[in-house]
């Protein structure tokens, strides 16, 4: 199931006296933020559009400030919220990569035709990731031999059967 927004940095607090905010990038770059104008603030399971002036931009940091956002005070007020880019302004991707949210809740198969249940859930382990299928009756890890096709747009995943045996956890 795609998500509407996808979240790219939550706000840890204010920054100086103008109203800026520390932005803690929630991203694999903090470099996408270089060029960022227009996004969305979640807060309190609202979606806010919002204009964006980007100061600095670092590794585990980003300085920026909300338009119409001038004291530390109004600033304050965004604290915890999470800042957000619609589907079209997403960062894209390489070939072979997707966005965790794109692949839960799309159905599994292996090549065989056997059905496996939906994508509950991704670990991210620092070797691979590895895939929860129908809460945990069935962990993959995402090995591009595994996987015989990954299709998003119609929330579909093939495993390749014979390579599924090897590598998958099956609950008892």
Do not use: W
Request: aromatic share 8%; proline share 4%; charged share 25%.
């Amino acid at each position: 199931m795609s998500a509407a927004y996808y979240r790219i940095g939550v706000i840890v607090r204010p920054h100086g006296v103008h109203g800026a905010v520390k932005v803690e990038p929630l991203t694999d770059s903090s470099k996408r933020f270089r060029n960022l104008k227009d996004a969305f603030l979640e807060m309190h399971g609202e979606m806010r559009p919002v204009q964006l002036c980007v100061s600095s931009v670092a590794p585990d940091a980003v300085i920026l400030t909300v338009e119409g956002t001038e004291t530390p005070e109004q600033a304050n007020g965004y604290r915890g919220a999470y800042l957000c880019v619609d589907k079209a302004h997403r960062v894209k991707l390489p070939k072979d990569s997707y966005f965790v949210t794109d692949l839960i809740g799309c159905e599994t198969f292996d090549t065989d035709g056997n059905a496996f249940g939906k994508l509950t859930n991704v670990y991210e382990t620092g070797a691979n990731d590895v895939y929860e299928i129908a809460n945990g009756k069935l962990m993959v890890p995402a090995l591009k031999r595994v996987l015989a096709e990954v299709d998003t747009d119609n929330e579909r995943i093939v495993f390749d059967a014979a390579v599924l045996k090897e590598v998958g956890l099956f609950e008892d």
